[in-house]
């Protein structure tokens, strides 16, 4: 399918499609490899009825997709929000195999939703609402078979209520169920931070591509979650000057640089950056508009569409969020030159790290912050130029590159392992 026809460019499935068929077409994929690996291999619908506290009963929706365990077991997040939707999740779990292949570690990709909204949950709520819905999809979760981990709406505290019921179920500790854990519970060190670590390596692999030094160099953050907070100091440390932040309230913006200790408490206390008295206030739209040198939309997904896309002036874009960008925005980033770093490697820590997590959860063994970092900072250099060596060679953008190399390593191991008939 062209880009130019797909008529949702806000469905994120639609959006992975364009993408996938662009990569399977320059890559001369074999038609029937083609289709076995645009469909997920599994989907699951479930039921969650939850107790709320005042006696009622509500029935939220769950929903599971694996879309390829060609490399590995399922990897992926949960999502709890109020708009989670099964294309979505679709599109997630398919962007997990992109990106568990793009980095090389051996998983494919899975990922779930619950439909409900957190922020209106009270914590013993979201217990029960997590502890049913991973009682309903059990059969198909496992170290060896699927392994969740926290995306928006979820947190550490979560992926403890998931390995605490999953390790009830089959009467033995299993760690291994989830990553993104507390430490105390089998967590990796660097886990909460990886995520905005890999942004920054990547940003700064990026600036030096384009032979610009960190120091100075402005950036905006659309998002101030695990990434999007994550991603703001590393910036800052790396020398970078970051002018501008939101979430979902709103955003506020210093020319001058923001200070982010200021911020971070000014967030403690009050649950979001909306009214920081460090800088004056900038929407969501604006900040994605500013003049700045390095864009990260860190929030969520079709933020930067066919309708803003010609308005952006960052000469960087690096991806913290899944899909911020829609397949029709690609093309005009590109007419604009500006340099994109896709999600499925700028965000890539966060599987990196924790894939660590599973590997030290399988070893019983640990390894300290330092070497996590170390090794997670060797994998997303490689991975960055295994993107950029390959976008060179085929004179295509790093995106169309970084879906080029992930699909041709999905499809290679689909076509050893062949087709079990
Ligand atoms: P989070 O729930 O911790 O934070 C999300 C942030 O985005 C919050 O500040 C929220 O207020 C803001 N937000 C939500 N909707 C928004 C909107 N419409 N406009 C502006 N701001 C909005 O989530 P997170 O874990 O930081 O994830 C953010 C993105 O990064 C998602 O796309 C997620 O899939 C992706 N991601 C997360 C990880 C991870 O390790 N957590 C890894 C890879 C990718």
Redesign the pocket.
């Known amino acids: 399918m062209n880009p130019e026809q797909v008529l949702g460019e806000e469905n994120p499935f639609e959006a992975m499609h364009a993408r996938f068929d662009l990569a399977a077409q320059k890559l001369g994929l074999d038609p029937g490899l083609y289709r076995v690996l645009r469909t997920p291999d599994r989907e699951m619908t479930v039921a969650v009825p939850v107790l709320r506290d005042d006696g009622s009963v509500e029935v939220y929706t769950g929903y599971r997709v694996q879309h390829s365990t060609a490399r590995g077991p399922a990897k992926g997040?949960v999502?709890y929000a109020p708009n989670v939707n099964l294309d979505e999740v679709r599109a997630?779990a398919a962007w997990m195999t992109w990106k568990c292949a793009v980095v090389n570690v051996p998983f494919g990709g899975g990922k779930g939703g619950v439909v409900c909204d957190p922020t209106k949950l009270s914590v013993s709520e979201m217990e029960r609402v997590t502890r049913r819905y991973i009682a309903a999809i059990m059969d198909i979760l496992g170290p060896d078979r699927d392994v969740p981990?926290?995306?928006?709406?979820t947190?550490g505290q979560v992926m403890a209520w998931i390995a605490d019921t999953y390790s009830m179920h089959v009467r033995s500790w299993q760690p291994a169920i989830t990553t993104?854990k507390p430490i105390e519970l089998g967590g990796s060190a660097g886990r909460v931070e990886?995520?905005g670590r890999g942004v920054m390596l990547s940003t700064r692999e990026a600036l030096k591509v384009l032979g610009i030094q960190p120091n100075g160099v402005t950036a905006a953050v659309?998002?101030?979650?695990?990434?999007?907070?994550v991603s703001a100091m590393m910036l800052d440390r790396l020398g970078m000057k970051v002018v501008a932040v939101?979430?979902?309230?709103g955003g506020v913006h210093n020319a001058r640089g923001l200070d982010l200790k200021a911020l971070k408490s000014h967030f403690q206390k009050t649950r979001?950056v909306e009214g920081f008295p460090g800088g004056e206030p900038v929407s969501?739209a604006q900040l994605l508009e500013l003049g700045v040198d390095v864009l990260v939309p860190?929030?969520?997904?079709n933020?930067i569409t066919s309708k803003n896309a010609a308005n952006i002036k960052a000469r960087v874009i690096v991806e913290?969020?899944?899909?911020?960008v829609t397949a029709r925005a690609d093309k005009i980033l590109d007419e604009k030159g500006i340099y994109v770093i896709p999600?499925i490697l700028a965000?890539?820590?966060?599987?990196t790290v924790s894939y660590f997590e599973w590997v030290q959860d399988r070893m019983g063994m640990f390894w300290t912050e330092d070497e996590v970092n170390t090794r997670l900072e060797h994998i997303m250099v490689n991975s960055f130029r295994d993107v950029t060596d390959m976008a060179k060679r085929f004179e295509v953008s790093n995106r169309l590159a970084a879906y080029m190399l992930a699909v041709d390593r999905v499809g290679k191991v689909t076509k050893m392992r062949g087709l079990y008939a």
């Open positions: 997040g999502r997630l981990a926290p995306d928006m709406g947190d993104g990886a995520t659309q998002g101030y979650g695990n990434v999007g907070q939101s979430d979902i309230r979001t969501n860190a929030a969520t997904e933020v913290g969020a899944n899909g911020p999600d965000n890539a820590g966060g599987v």
